[in-house]
Nanobody, 124 residues
Framework: VQLVESGGGLVQDGGSLRLSCSAS????????MAWFRQSPGKGREFVAA?????YYTDSVKGRFTVSRDSAKATMYLQMNGLTPEDTAVYYC?????????????????????WGKGIQVTVLP
């Protein structure tokens, strides 16, 4: 199984980025795809997920949009209105259980597969 994130980088406060996650080696349509992030000195936290529905952590609602392209086995995270607080390494993950408490810390341990992560830095 391979998950590869792309699209990260540097952006100014208020700017936008679109992250992508490409999946291979797994029947990915059977999985929920999710984004997590980890800032320096903090634990990994849930950002958004897409399966039959979409799920977001409160801090990104209205700013971030998660989607998936079945034909390309790819998930996207459109991030608008970025702030320095969004600076983190963003990770793609796959999970077979859509019915979980996504924003609960236990979600991190429940993922089946992880990408290596990609840096997003928002400059003030």
């Amino acid at each position: 199984v391979q998950l590869v994130e792309s699209g990260g980088g540097l952006v100014q406060d208020g700017g936008s980025l679109r992250l992508s996650c490409s999946a291979s080696g797994v029947p990915w349509s059977r999985y929920v795809m999710a984004w997590f992030r980890q800032s320096p000195g903090k634990g990994r936290e849930f950002v958004a997920a897409v399966g039959g529905s979409t799920y977001y952590t409160d801090s990104v609602k209205g700013r971030f949009t998660v989607s998936r392209d079945s034909a390309k086995a790819t998930m996207y995270l459109q991030m608008n209105g970025l702030t320095p607080e969004d600076t983190a390494v963003y990770y793609c993950a796959l999970d077979r259980n859509e019915k979980r408490r996504w924003s609960h810390p236990s979600a991190v341990a429940g993922m089946d597969y992880w990408g290596k992560g990609i840096q997003v830095t928002v400059l003030p």
